[in-house]
Nanobody, 122 residues
Framework: VQLQASGGGLVQAGGSLTLSCTTSGRATSNYALGWFRQSPGNERECVASIDWTGTGTYYADSVKGRFTISRDNVKSTGYLRMNSLQPEDTAVYYC????????????????WGQGTQVTVSS
C-alpha cells in the first residue's frame, strides 16, 4: 500500500486547509486512516483517525471542533479538513493506514505517507 499526502501549505492564523491522502497499490477500503503530525522537538502525535467504515472517528483534544476527518472509499482517498488554524498547528502532517478500526497509536499503523508541511503564520 502506498500513501500520498498532499494539500499542505502556508496559511494565516484562522485560516483553513484540506489535506488529502491518496492510497494505491491494493484495496484499502478495509483500512483505517490516521493523520499524524510532528513538529521539531516534539513527538509524532495523532490528530485524527477514521475507521474503515467511515463511521468511527477519533480526534485529539487539541483539534476537536476544528478538524474533520473523512474518507471516500470510491476514490481511495482520505481527507483532513482543518479550520481555525493556529500557529501551534504548524507541523509536518502524515497520513497512515492500518486494518479495520481507528487508533491513535502510531505503532499500530502499517503504512505511512511521506508527509506534507503545514505552516500557520500569526
Amino acid at each position: 500500500v502506498q500513501l500520498q499526502a498532499s494539500g499542505g501549505g502556508l496559511v494565516q492564523a484562522g485560516g483553513s486547509l484540506t489535506l488529502s491522502c491518496t492510497t494505491s497499490g491494493r484495496a484499502t477500503s478495509n483500512y483505517a486512516l490516521g493523520w499524524f503530525r510532528q513538529s521539531p522537538g516534539n513527538e509524532r502525535e495523532c490528530v485524527a483517525s477514521i475507521d474503515w467504515t467511515g463511521t468511527g472517528t477519533y480526534y485529539a483534544d487539541s483539534v476537536k471542533g476544528r478538524f474533520t476527518i473523512s474518507r471516500d472509499n470510491v476514490k481511495s482517498t482520505g481527507y483532513l479538513r482543518m479550520n481555525s488554524l493556529q500557529p501551534e498547528d504548524t507541523a509536518v502532517y502524515y497520513c497512515a493506514a492500518k486494518p479495520w478500526g481507528w487508533s491513535s497509536k502510531s505503532d499500530e499503523y502499517d503504512y505511512w505517507g511521506q508527509g506534507t508541511q503545514v505552516t500557520v503564520s500569526s
